[in-house]
C-alpha cells in the first residue's frame, strides 16, 4: 500500500507561496478558477482518482477540473504530491509518473509538462524564474536524493545532488530552505542558494523534520517532538521546546497565520501564539475520522478558516471540512481520492 | 505464441467440446488423468472442456482463453500483464486453479495469476463452475480452472511443433512429444514465448512502454506399468517468466517481475478389483521477485514450498456406486522480504459417493474436514443431483459449502499480519438446464452464492490489517451454447457463452467493482476440405472502478473480435499455416482503467505433426 507511505499532508511550503504569490496583482483577469482553494487529490495507482477539485469562495465546488478544462491533454499522473504557483501558473507534481503538469492557474488550461530529471518528485517552491523540486529518488537512501532545477522560460531542467533526505522545500529572501527529514530519517534543514546552487548550510536539528514555515525572519520547525525556532539572519537554532509526549510522533502540519501557529496531531488541530513557549494542553478541534491512515491527510489555514481533508479509504471520493478559527464546524464537502492538501488561488 | 496477444478461437471446428461434452468426459482406452474426481465427482454440476484443438486456436495464455471461451470474466493490467478472474462475480482468490488434480493457487497472495501459465503445454483445460472445495480445498467457490496432462499407452511416437510470429515482434514456440508403449509413456511439452509488446495505442498518442516480456515453461508426465495392477506416474511442471510492467506514463520508474514456479506429482496407482488406491506425494515451490527500479538490482521477494502428500482410496460397488476418501497432509513453509518466516500444516480428509438410481437418476454427495492450528475450518459439504426427463433435457442441482483460506500474506504480513483470522466462506445452490437437440446444446445455469467473512485490509488501529469483515451476495445466469452442422465437406460450428452476475456487497448494496454484469463470448467456425476459418467475438460490459458505484469512472463496455484462416498443406501428416487478425475491428479498450490493449495485429503461425 504505496499511498500509505506518502502520509504527509503538504501544506507549509505552498502556503507561503501562496502568500506571496496573492501579493501580485491579478485583477481584471478571467478566470473560472479565480477565487477559491484547489484542493489536490492524491488518488491511487489508478490515474482517474488523481484529481483537483475547486472549491470557491462562494462555497461552490467542481470536482476534476483538470480533466474538465483539458480532455485530450496528458492526464495529472498519479499519487499527486504537491501543488505550487508561480506567477499566473500552477505545477502540479506526480509522484510516481515523474512528471509536473503547469497549467495557468485561473484557467486551468494546461500549458506544458515537465518529465526530465524527476525520480519520486516530492515538493517544489520557486526562486528567480526557476523551480526547483526535490526527489527523493530511491526511498531507501537519502543520499541520492537530489533537487531538479527548471528553467521557467523553456522548461527545461538540471539536476543538482543533494545527498541528504530531501521534503518540503521554501524560499525565503532568495535562498531556499530543505526540510531534510523522511518518515524519521534525516534530522536537518538545508540552506540551498539557488545562485550557485550549493548547499550552503546543513542546520542540525537532533530531530527528523515534518514541517516548516518561516514569519519575520525565523523559521519554524516541526517534527521528532520537537518545535524548534531557527534564526535565518544566523542560521542557528535560537530555540525548542519539547512536545508533551503523547503528540511525540504524531504532530505534523505546522502553518502560521495571524501569529498564530497551528499544528495537528491525530486528529486534533492545536492553535497556539506564534512566540508561545508553552504546548496548548488541549486541542483547538478534533474531528471524526475512521480512517487511520488517512485521518487528517490535508491541513491549512486561510482567511480566518481552517481547512481539514479525510483520507478516507483512498478508493472513493473523501471529504474535506472547514472550521472556523474557534473550531466550529462550518462546513464538509465531498472532494475526489485521498484529499491531501489545499492551495489558495485568491 | 504468446502470452499476450488475443489470438483466435474458436472452439468449435473440431470441436464438439464446450457444451455437449459436460455431462462426462469421454476416455479413451488408456487415457488416463490424475484429477479423477473432475470425471467421477462432477456430474451435477457444469464442466466445460476445452481440448487441444480449441487451446491451439487460441493465444498460448489461459488469460486469452478463458477470456474467448467461457464466462469467466478476466481483469487484465494490459497485455501480457498480471491477469485476475472473476467466475460467477467472486473475486480473484475464489476461483481455485487445479494442475492434474492439486490445487496450484498461490500460497502468497492465494490466486493465480493467468497470465503466468501456456496453455499449449496441457492436453485439456476444463472450467468446472460453483463450488468444488470439497474436492480441491481452498479458493474453489466461483468455480475451479483443471490443467490436465494425459497420461497414454497406446505404442505411439509422435511429435508437434508449433511455431508462430507476430505484431511487435511476438514469438511463440511450442515442442510436443509422445513416446509410449504398452508399459511405458513419456509426454513433454515445452512452450517458449516472448514479445516486445509495444503496441501503439489507439486513437491517442503513446505506446505500451515496458511492457516487454519472456517465460518458458515445461510440462511433463511421464508413466510406468509396474504390473498389471501398479503403475507409477511423474507429473511435472516449470514455469519461468520476467515481465516488465507496462507503464502508463512514460515518465514512471520501470519495474519488473519475475515468476518461478515448479511443480512436481509423483502419484503411484494400485488397483485391486473393486478398490482403486492412490497414494500422492507433490512438491510445489513458488516464487516472485519484484524490482522496484530496473534500474537497480534490488527486490523484495516471496517463496513457499509446499509437501503433499494425499491417500486417496475409491470403491465401486458395481456400475452404480463410487465411493471415495481422500486423506492429505499438507505443509507450506513460506519466507520473503516482507512476511514472517513460518511454516502451516493442515490435515484434511473428506469422503465422496456417486450414486445412479437408475438410467435416469443419479446423486452425489461430498464432505470435507480440514484441521489446522491456524484458523478454525467449517466442515464442506456438497450435494447434487441430476435427472433425465427426456433424451433432450436434463436437470442438475447442486448445492455445497465452500472456503478459501487466508494466504500467508493475510496472515503473517510483517507488522500488520493476523493470524486470528477465519477462512471465507460460501453457501451455494444452482440449477442447471441441459438441452440437446440434434446439432444444438444448450445449457442454462442459475445460481446463488452467499459469502461470509470475506477478507478485507483495513485500518485498524496504527496498522492496515486484514480482518474478516465483508459479506457479498452473488447470483446470476450463465449460457453456454453450441451447434455444429456437417454437409458433405462442410463443416459449420456455432458456440456461445453469456454471463449475467450480479455481485453485492450485502453492507453497502453495491456491486463489486470489476465484476461485469453483461459478459457474452460467440464463435463461429467453418471447413471445408483443407481450408478452415474462423472468428471469435467478445462482449465484456462496463465495469466499477470504485466501490461506491460511481459510474463516472467506470471501465466502459467494449468489443473486440478476432479472425483466422488456416490450410493444412500435409498429405499424410498434418502441416498447418495459418494467420490471424487480433482485434479486428481495431477496437479502442481496456480491460483496466488506463491500460490500454493494442488495437488489430497479425500473427502467423506454422503448426506441424509428425
Known amino acids: 500500500m504505496n499511498f500509505k507511505k506518502c502520509l504527509l499532508a503538504l501544506v507549509a511550503g505552498s502556503v507561503f507561496f501562496v502568500s506571496c504569490s496573492s501579493d501580485d496583482d491579478n485583477a481584471g483577469q478571467a478566470g473560472a478558477y479565480r477565487d477559491g482553494t484547489f484542493i489536490l487529490n492524491e488518488g491511487n495507482s489508478t490515474p482517474s482518482t488523481a484529481s483537483v477539485t475547486f472549491l470557491g469562495n462562494n462555497g461552490s465546488v467542481q470536482q476534476d477540473i483538470y480533466t474538465t478544462v483539458n480532455p485530450d491533454k496528458p492526464g495529472l499522473g498519479t499519487y499527486l504530491q504537491d501543488l505550487f504557483f508561480s506567477d499566473d501558473k500552477a505545477f502540479i507534481i506526480s509522484g510516481s509518473a515523474n512528471k509536473i503538469t503547469i497549467v495557468d492557474r485561473y484557467t486551468f488550461e494546461y500549458i506544458a509538462t515537465v518529465d526530465t530529471n524527476l525520480e519520486n518528485p516530492r515538493f517544489g517552491a520557486v526562486v528567480n524564474g526557476k523551480a526547483y523540486v526535490t526527489n527523493y529518488a530511491d526511498y531507501r537512501t537519502g543520499a541520492d536524493d537530489f533537487l531538479t532545477v527548471i528553467n521557467l522560460s523553456d522548461y527545461t531542467t538540471s539536476k543538482v545532488a543533494l545527498n541528504n533526505w530531501s521534503e518540503k522545500i521554501i524560499e525565503e529572501n532568495g535562498k531556499l530552505y530543505i526540510a531534510n527529514g523522511y518518515y524519521g530519517d534525516g534530522t536537518s534543514i538545508t540552506v540551498f542558494n539557488p545562485a550557485n546552487n550549493t548547499t550552503e548550510r546543513v542546520i542540525e536539528l537532533g530531530a527528523s523534520p515534518e514541517s516548516f514555515q518561516e514569519e519575520d525572519g525565523i523559521l519554524y520547525v516541526l517534527g521528532g517532538g520537537k ?64 480512517s487511520e491512515y488517512g485521518a487528517m491527510y490535508g491541513f491549512n489555514v486561510n482567511d480566518d478558516k481552517i481547512y481539514i481533508a479525510d483520507g478516507g479509504n483512498f478508493s472513493e471520493d473523501s471529504e474535506i471540512y472547514t472550521y472556523s478559527l474557534t473550531g466550529t464546524l462550518l462546513n464538509s464537502y465531498t472532494v475526489g481520492v485521498g484529499p491531501n492538501g489545499f492551495y489558495f488561488n485568491d | 505464441m504468446t502470452l499476450k496477444q488475443f489470438i483466435l478461437t474458436l472452439t468449435l471446428l473440431v470441436c464438439h467440446t464446450l457444451v455437449a461434452q459436460q455431462d462426462s468426459i469421454v476416455q479413451l482406452k488408456e487415457v488416463l488423468i490424475s484429477d479423477t474426481q473432475l470425471r467421477d465427482f462432477s456430474s451435477t454440476q457444469s464442466v466445460n472442456r476445452l481440448n487441444d484443438s480449441v487451446i491451439n486456436k487460441n493465444s498460448s495464455s489461459l488469460s486469452s482463453l478463458l477470456q474467448y471461451n467461457s464466462v469467466v470474466y478476466l481483469k487484465e493490467n494490459g497485455l501480457g500483464m498480471v491477469s485476475s478472474p472473476s467466475f460467477r462475480g467472486t473475486t480473484a482468490q475464489q476461483t481455485a486453479v487445479v494442475w492434474n488434480g492439486i490445487n496450484i493457487n498461490s500460497q502468497l497472495n492465494g490466486q493465480t495469476d493467468f497470465n503466468t501459465i501456456n496453455t499449449r503445454d496441457f492436453k485439456e483445460i476444463s472450467v468446472r463452475a460453483g463450488g468444488g472445495s470439497v474436492i480441491y480445498g481452498s479458493s474453489a467457490i466461483g468455480g475451479s480452472i483443471h490443467l490436465n496432462s494425459l497420461l497414454e499407452f497406446d505404442n505411439a511416437f509422435t511429435n508437434e511443433i508449433r511455431v508462430n510470429y507476430g505484431s511487435f515482434n511476438t514469438q511463440g514456440i511450442n515442442y510436443k512429444t509422445l513416446v509410449s508403449s504398452d508399459k511405458f509413456s513419456a509426454s513433454v511439452s515445452f512452450t517458449r514465448n516472448s514479445s516486445d509488446n509495444d503496441y501503439n495505442y489507439v486513437g491517442r498518442e503513446g505506446k505500451n512502454l515496458n511492457g516487454q516480456y519472456y517465460n518458458t515453461s515445461l510440462n511433463a508426465v511421464a508413466g510406468y506399468k509396474i504390473n498389471s495392477r501398479n503403475r507409477l506416474t511423474l507429473y511435472s511442471y516449470y514455469f519461468d517468466g520476467e515481465r516488465h510492467f507496462s507503464l502508463i506514463f512514460p515518465s514512471e520508474i520501470r519495474t519488473k517481475y519475475r515468476d518461478n514456479n515448479t511443480r512436481n506429482l509423483l502419484e503411484w496407482v494400485g488397483n485391486y478389483g473393486k478398490f482403486t488406491s492412490k497414494v500422492k506425494a507433490a512438491f510445489l515451490q513458488e516464487e516472485y521477485k519484484y524490482f522496484d527500479n530496473v534500474r537497480n538490482d534490488a527486490f523484495t521477494y516471496g517463496k513457499v ?101 487466508p494466504t500467508f500474506n493475510d496472515l503473517y504480513w510483517q507488522g500488520s499480519g493476523n493470524t486470528q483470522l477465519k477462512p471465507e466462506n460460501s453457501w451455494q445452490v444452482e440449477a442447471g438446464n441441459n438441452f440437446v437437440y440434434k446439432g444444438f446444446t444448450v445449457s442454462l445455469t442459475g445460481y446463488y452464492i452467499k459469502i461470509k467473512d470475506m477478507l478485507r485490509w ?14 457479498v451476495k452473488t447470483y446470476g445466469a450463465e449460457v453456454l451454447m ?104 481495431n477496437a479502442d479498450y481496456v480491460s483496466v482503467e488506463s491500460r490500454y490493449l493494442p488495437g488489430r495485429n497479425l500473427n502467423v503461425y506454422l503448426n506441424l505433426k509428425f
Request: charged content about 15%; cysteine-free.
Open chain 1, 227 to 290: 518545535l524548534s525556532r531557527i534564526n535565518l539572519a544566523t542560521n542557528q537554532v535560537s530555540g525548542s521546546i519539547t512536545l508533551p509526549a503523547a503528540l511525540t510522533y504524531s504532530a505534523q502540519d505546522l502553518t502560521i497565520e495571524d501569529n498564530t501557529l497551528y499544528f495537528t496531531a491525530s486528529t486534533s488541530v492545536y492553535a497556539m501564539p506564534l512566540n508561545s513557549a508553552t504546548i496548548p494542553a488541549t486541542p483547538l478541534l478534533t474531528y471524526t475520522s475512521d
Open chain 2, 458 to 471: 483495513v485500518p485498524t488501529g496504527s496498522v492496515w490489517r486484514p480482518v474478516n469483515t465483508d459479506k
Open chain 2, 305 to 405: 514450498e509446499s509437501v503433499i502428500a494425499k491417500y486417496d482410496l475409491s470403491y465401486k460397488a458395481g456400475e452404480n456406486l463410487k465411493i471415495n476418501t481422500v486423506l492429505d497432509l499438507t505443509q507450506n513453509k513460506g519466507h520473503g522480504s516482507d512476511i514472517l518466516n513460518k511454516t502451516r500444516q493442515i490435515g484434511a480428509a473428506s469422503v465422496l459417493a456417486s450414486h445412479n438410481l437408475g438410467k435416469r437418476f443419479m446423486y452425489e454427495v461430498g464432505l470435507r474436514k480440514e484441521v489446522t492450528n491456524n484458523y478454525q475450518s467449517p466442515l464442506l459439504f456438497s450435494l447434487g443431483t441430476k435427472y433425465k426427463f427426456t433424451p433432450y433435457y436434463t436437470l442438475k442441482l447442486n448445492t455445497s459449502k465452500n472456503f478459501r483460506i
Open chain 2, 482 to 585: 453450441g451447434y455444429t452442422k456437417t454437409i458433405g465437406l462442410h463443416n459449420l460450428a456455432i458456440n456461445a457463452t453469456y454471463g449475467y452476475t450480479k455481485s453485492q456487497n450485502e453492507v453497502t448494496g453495491k456491486q463489486l467493482i470489476y465484476v461485469p454484469f453483461h459478459k457474452a463470448t460467440a464463435s463461429l467456425s467453418y471447413s471445408y476440405k483443407k481450408i478452415s476459418a474462423y472468428y471469435q467475438f467478445l462482449y465484456n460490459g462496463d465495469v466499477f472502478t470504485r466501490s461506491d458505484n460511481n459510474s463516472r469512472y467506470n471501465v466502459d463496455a467494449y468489443t473486440t473480435g478476432n479472425a483466422g484462416v488456416e490450410y493444412n498443406f500435409g498429405t499424410a501428416n498434418t502441416y498447418k499455416i495459418g494467420a490471424q487478425m487480433l482485434n479486428a475491428w
